[in-house]
């Protein structure tokens, strides 16, 4: 497994991010240029005295006819802005050394100037021996409806909590794993840790899972396990029993989390599972806090050992 290095400071309202070094063409990643609906945030584009960017010194290389055109109407009509780039960090090294494919890291920052809002965020890009499009599925997705998805999510609840007069520093960090790497399967948990204003912070984690071969993203439904099989009762039994476990073995008085389990485990809402990766040995359900136990109980992962499907799981 390979964990990110944290990134510096952070972000943005309905954002759109601009690669660094001549990545966003080959990337699929959009330019400011082919942007109509999303908002990125630059240095250039800021409404004055509301915010700064740590890229200073890059920002004086983005493309001016777009952003300059835009900037005015979009700091009139908006009190978040335009477009944020993202910062090339390096190559990742990936741990299984037969892979037809590289990675790196790229990340974006930003903070307002008087400090009240505050994001990071880092994320892998994949480069295959046979050609980006082979992973341009999986790196824009991670991007549009990941990375961005959140951020902007993160910026409309503290544009309303501002409003209701809850006090900064609002923090959003986002950060991520590669779970699993083989030459037909990347397995990936992102992790946000989210302060909007309230007694305590928030954490999340969601799963990214591609098919490399098939350049698709593998769901719970739909080609992950054996037809006819019915994982749902499965993994709601399995999962029930071992966060039991983990409660027993944590001390805890079952009685008092017992319904938060069976709610959080319960086969007929398959949500409940939808957050999975791969290890080298099992298949894993992560629940974040709430899901199956109060905020104090914090997340639990769930590890099936792969032969406890006796077959019927399809990956990896």
Request: glycine share 6%; proline share 4%.
């Given at each position: ?213 098939e350049k698709i993203q593998i769901f ?40 938060w389990i069976k709610d959080g485990t ?51």
């Open positions: 497994m390979q964990k990110a290095g944290a990134s510096q400071d952070t972000v943005t309202t309905n954002l759109e991010i601009i690669e660094t070094q001549g990545d966003s063409a080959d990337s699929g990643t959009k330019s400011s240029d082919e942007s109509t609906d999303k908002q990125v945030l630059s240095e250039e584009t800021q409404p004055s005295g509301n915010s700064t960017s740590s890229n200073d010194e890059e920002s004086s290389n983005e493309p001016e006819s777009s952003s300059s055109e835009s900037s005015t109407k979009d700091s009139e009509e908006n009190e978040f802005y335009s477009y944020i780039k993202a910062v090339e960090n390096g190559p990742i090294e990936l741990e299984n050394i037969e892979l037809e494919y590289t990675a790196s890291e790229k990340s974006i920052s930003y903070k307002d100037m008087d400090g009240t809002r505050i994001i990071t965020a880092v994320w892998p890009f994949f480069i295959h021996n046979k050609g980006e499009d082979m992973f341009a599925p999986a790196n824009n997705a991670i991007l549009d409806e990941y990375i961005i998805s959140v951020i902007n999510g993160f910026i409309e609840m503290t544009d309303e909590g501002a409003a209701d007069g809850m006090a900064g520093p609002f923090l959003l960090e986002i950060n991520y794993r590669i779970e699993f790497t083989s030459n037909r399967l990347l397995s990936i948990m992102f992790h946000h840790y989210i302060f909007e204003g309230g007694a305590h912070p928030n954490t999340a984690n969601y799963s990214y899972n591609y098919d490399i071969k719970l439904y739909g080609g992950l396990f054996s037809e006819g099989y019915d994982f749902l009762e499965f993994l709601s039994s399995y999962c029930y029993e071992d966060i039991r476990r983990q409660y027993k073995e944590g001390g805890v008085d079952l009685a008092n989390v017992d319904s319960d086969p007929s809402e398959p949500e409940n599972f939808e957050n999975f990766f791969f290890s080298e040995d099992a298949f894993a359900v992560q629940f974040d806090a709430y899901e199956v136990g109060p905020y104090a109980t914090g997340p639990f992962t769930v590890m099936i050992p792969y032969e406890e499907f006796e077959g019927k799981l399809l990956f990896p």
